[in-house]
Antibody, heavy 117, light 110 residues
């Protein structure tokens, strides 16, 4: 079965950096586009970034453009999100998500990121 | 403010039907058939319920259906059951290689 397991969350000071990782299994990772989506607890969902199956295509949401970088390693079935210049408003649960026909098919359990001094 | 507009709450009694709306613009919901819906129970990750406006992933009961008219998409839950009580989110491809979500609707089964 499809499994997506995020890691790397934690507490970081404003202006700091963090790297999130997602280990994928149970499907052909190297044939699927992947996303990162976040959710402030008790609030709605926000799309952050997509990376194409071969990593040549990457797109970002306006709130993270220029600060976050999405990447993948198809040899290791891993997806990463490098987050720089973090702000308090980046505090959220971050989800790794498999794409299907422009929808978000499978979600990981999420990893909590807290930006606080 | 979310890009897509959903009512904050909806409710119905067991066995009844309820419809949740999701209103966008001609640049997202109205411009593409890439509308999807998600169910989220407290403390859990969202679950993929509907994609491409009206397609159901394997395992999703046929009590859940989707539709679209102009800039508004809708999710209908028929034959409401207690376990349907959850938050529901819509999403649409927004063109220019970005995706947008609705603010979510809390569905209460009375």
């Amino acid at each position: 079965q499809v499994q997506l397991v995020e890691s790397g969350g934690g507490v970081v000071q404003p202006g700091g950096a963090l790297r999130l990782s997602c280990a994928a299994s149970g499907f052909n990772f190297n044939r699927n586009n992947m996303h990162w989506v976040r959710q402030v607890p008790g609030k709605g969902l926000e799309w952050l970034a997509i990376i194409g199956w071969d990593a040549t295509t990457k797109h970002y949401g306006e709130s993270v453009k220029g600060r976050f970088i999405i990447s993948r390693d198809n040899s290791k079935n891993t997806l990463d999100l490098y987050m720089n210049t973090l702000r308090t408003e980046d505090t959220a649960v971050y989800y790794c998500v498999k794409d299907l026909d422009w929808g978000f098919e499978y979600w990981g359990q999420g990893t909590q990121v807290t930006v606080s001094s | 403010q979310s890009a897509l507009t959903q009512p904050p709450s909806a409710s119905g009694s067991p066995g009844q039907s309820v419809t949740i709306s999701c209103t966008g613009t001609s640049s997202d919901v109205g411009g593409y058939n890439h509308v999807s819906w998600y169910q989220q129970h407290p403390g859990k990750a969202p679950k993929f319920m509907i994609y491409e406006v009206n397609k159901r992933p394997s395992g999703v009961p046929d009590r859940f259906s989707g539709s679209k008219s102009g800039n508004t998409a809708s999710l209908t839950v028929s034959g409401l059951q207690a376990e349907d009580e959850a938050d529901y989110y819509c999403s649409s491809f927004g063109g220019r290689d970005n995706w947008v979500f609705g603010g979510g609707t809390k569905l209460t089964v009375l």
